[in-house]
């Protein structure tokens, strides 16, 4: 066992398995809305391409749930096997939003297999569309409960801590911590954006290959609009956000931008190279950005890493780069969701609705589905990283809560070649289901022709 080190490999255990559940996460926070959202419009108006819309994609959400419970499940055995010291002392602290999540699963999982057995059983499709509802907020729950948890561990709260343990603890103190506003609701609209681009990604490509049909066009039309709505919340929240941490975590705001002496018109650093006596070279500086991230004004005096004892300073390269793609991402999603609004509504003015797609808007649309889900992985890993070294922040640090037990290594090995196997699986499935079930080959098993609804 030379070199072996418990805690490094929990975490990159810990991590690969946060890495890969918050792609099936997020997909299941952010699917059922959609799925909620094309059914309301196929009702309101009548439309048989919204609601086979709705029914292609719950069918394709419910392979992701079954594979997002694995990794969940293996996220609950991994907070007891690898932080065994952390549990022993938070466990009761973070035993309500755990519990509560669990019951809200349940109530998501209950209602999406009634909701997938009750098509066409209802002659009021109201009806049918109303049980969809504990499924859209079951997992909305889900995440909150979770990320509260989280939360909670930036910002503890609701205990007294005497000789390393916790007492006196009011578990809904703990849980409504002053993170839990900001980082839930960018949790939760960064998944709804994303959703709604990887189902426009899908579109999109049908559209790049030729596919002309109107209900991906119409598919389009719906995902990008709800994309650009989503985006431009998390952008505010994010402001939001930003403001939080320098209230209460100002050492990540500072690692996240290199900002070392407590100043006020503080730059806010895209990009460079940070040298070995901390000098940043090559990075373009926006001036004045970081005080009003910070406070809303060029005159908020933001705090620098020099005021942090070194041994608590976050992974200062790792931090900066994290964050500035976590940010490039959602700017990006956000132009192309814009860049389609717009276009759609010039074509609409112009008559031209009938003419192709432009290509390369298609193809920035395909593009924006990996984009979105890499700054959710991006803007996780780099709030879990500039927590560094504090997996409690400022009780207890990351190696005080790991296990020292043997063979973390081989277990990352396990978990590695299960999630793969898993993605695999879900991805071969995901393909067979759709390909073999064409929206065109639908269509005509219906009954149906393109026209028969207004476009």
């Excluded at 419970?69 to 938070?90: E, K």
């Excluded at 991230?293 to 200062?316: C, F, I, M, Q």
């Excluded at 609705?353 to 649309?365: D, E, T």
């Excluded at 996780?380 to 005080?400: C, H, T």
Aim: aromatic share 12%; hydrophobic share 55%.
């Amino acid at each position: 066992m030379h070199n072996y080190d418990p805690v490094l490999y929990s975490r990159l255990l810990t991590g690969l398995t946060l890495g890969v559940h918050i792609v099936y996460a997020t997909i299941g926070v952010g699917v059922p809305l959609m799925i909620a959202l094309a059914e309301w419009i196929g009702i309101k108006r009548n439309d048989t391409y919204y609601l086979l819309m709705a029914r292609r994609w719950a069918r394709g959400y419910t392979i992701t749930v079954a594979v997002g419970v694995v990794t969940g499940t293996a996220i609950g055995l991994q907070l007891n096997l690898l932080w065994p010291n952390f549990m022993r002392v938070a466990g009761q602290a973070i035993a309500l939003p755990l519990f509560l999540e669990t019951f809200a699963f349940f109530i998501e999982a209950i209602f999406l297999g009634i909701y997938l057995y009750t098509w066409d059983r209802f002659k009021n499709r109201m009806l049918h569309f109303l049980l969809l509802l504990p499924i859209v907020l079951g997992a909305s729950m889900s995440a909150f409960f979770i990320t509260s948890m989280n939360a909670f561990m930036n910002t503890p709260q609701g205990f007294d801590m005497v000789n390393g343990k916790m007492i006196n603890i009011d578990p809904l103190v703990a849980m409504f911590n002053p993170a839990m506003p900001t980082k839930v609701a960018h949790v939760l609209t960064t998944a709804y954006v994303t959703a709604a681009f990887i189902l426009a990604g899908i579109a999109a490509f049908a559209l790049l290959r030729g596919r002309n049909h109107v209900y991906h066009k119409k598919a389009l039309r719906l995902t990008m609009m709800a994309a650009l709505i989503f985006s431009l919340a998390s952008t505010a929240i994010g402001d939001l956000s930003g403001k939080f941490l320098h209230e209460y975590q100002p050492a990540k705001l500072a690692a996240a931008e290199w900002h070392f002496e407590t100043s006020d018109k503080a730059e806010l650093i895209v990009g460079g190279v940070l040298t070995e006596n901390n000098e940043i070279k090559y990075a373009f500086k926006i001036p004045y950005a970081l005080s009003i991230l910070a406070g809303s004004s060029p005159y908020t005096v933001v705090k620098g890493l020099n005021e942090v004892p070194r041994d608590e300073w976050p992974p200062l390269r790792a931090s900066h780069y994290l964050f500035d793609g976590m940010v490039f991402f959602g700017v990006y999603i956000t132009i192309v969701a814009l860049w389609h609004v717009l276009a759609h509504w010039r074509r609409r003015r112009k008559g031209t609705m009938k003419k192709p797609l432009n290509r390369a808007l298609l193809v920035a649309i395909l593009l924006g589905a990996p984009a979105a889900m890499l700054a959710i992985e991006f803007g996780w890993i780099f709030s879990e990283i500039a927590r560094q070294p504090w997996i409690l922040w400022g009780y207890m640090k990351v190696s005080q809560g790991a296990t020292t037990a043997l063979y973390v290594d081989r277990m990352l090995w396990v978990f590695a070649g299960l999630y793969v196997l898993l993605s695999i699986t879900c991805i071969y499935v995901l393909i067979k289901m759709f390909k073999n079930n064409p929206i065109e080959a639908e269509f005509i098993a219906r009954g149906m022709k393109e026209g028969d609804v207004k476009r």
